[in-house]
């Protein structure tokens, strides 16, 4: 298995606000099945016209996010 930690947000207490998200996300993969995925994620990476290294989730639309959440799963992909 393979085991990628994430975190987003500042992780503060909010100043002037009622709320402020932070949080740490794993994805955890098959070994065997991590060239196939990565490949796949590339390929539709560059269906959606984005040539960036780090795909922001924040950047992401519904559709988009719908598309990666069905590769993980077929690759059988835990978040």
């Known amino acids: 298995m393979r085991i990628y ?3 987003g947000g500042t992780f503060q207490v909010p100043i002037g606000k009622d709320h402020l998200f ?3 996300a794993a994805l955890i ?3 065997c099945k991590e060239t196939d995925l ?3 994620f590339l390929r539709l990476r560059d ?3 984005n040539q ?5 989730g ?3 639309g519904e559709t988009q996010i719908a ?3 069905d590769l993980l799963i077929s690759f059988d992909g835990l978040f």
């Open 38 to 40: 990565f490949y796949q």
């Open 5 to 7: 930690i994430d975190e």
């Open 58 to 60: 924040r950047e992401l």
């Open 29 to 31: 993969i098959p070994a």
């Open 67 to 69: 598309h990666v959440i």
């Open 22 to 24: 932070s949080i740490v």
């Open 47 to 49: 269906a959606w016209g």
């Open 52 to 56: 960036a290294i780090e795909i922001k």
